[in-house]
């Protein structure tokens, strides 16, 4: 799979679509994959919105197939906690194929962790991660 280095902390911010006059609540993830498929991005960037009605998501993934982010589904499961999930359609992998990628990311905002869990169409393995998260402006 085509991989993308790390994107800074100040590019994924610049690159979020919400202006400044509009109130959105941003919290930027780091991983650490506790696999080796390589789905597990280094950063998520999740920005919601609408008082946290909805959510867009922004990793390297995102961006090397769509440039900017994507809307996610949103559920929240608990005092602080949130599901997101979103799927990216056409992921480039080694050689000329492609493949569609479900992505999850649990969000814990009270104790600022997350854990990622990706599945890659096609193939029956998962890739997991968890990692820190601190709110960005």
């Known amino acids: 799979m085509k991989q993308i280095g790390n994107i800074g902390l100040a590019q994924l911010a610049g690159l979020c ?3 400044q006059a509009q109130a959105a609540d941003r919290v930027m993830c780091e991983f650490t994959a506790h ?3 390589g789905l597990v991005p280094p950063k998520v960037l999740i920005e919601f919105n609408d008082n946290r009605g909805s959510a867009l ?3 390297a ?13 949103l559920e929240e ?3 602080s906690r949130y599901t997101i999930s979103w799927r990216i359609e056409n992921l480039p992998l080694r050689g000329n194929s492609t ?7 649990r969000l814990n905002l009270k104790a600022m962790t997350a854990s990622f869990t990706g599945y890659l169409g096609g193939f029956a ?3 997991r991660g968890s990692g820190k998260c601190q709110p960005i402006s």
């Open 35 to 37: 696999t080796r498929f």
């Open 61 to 73: 993934h995102i961006h090397e197939v769509y440039g900017k982010p994507i809307a996610a589904e």
């Open 17 to 19: 679509i919400a202006s």
């Open 99 to 105: 493949a569609s990628s479900q992505n999850i990311v």
């Open 77 to 79: 499961t608990g005092s």
């Open 57 to 59: 998501a922004y990793d």
């Open 125 to 127: 393995n998962h890739a």
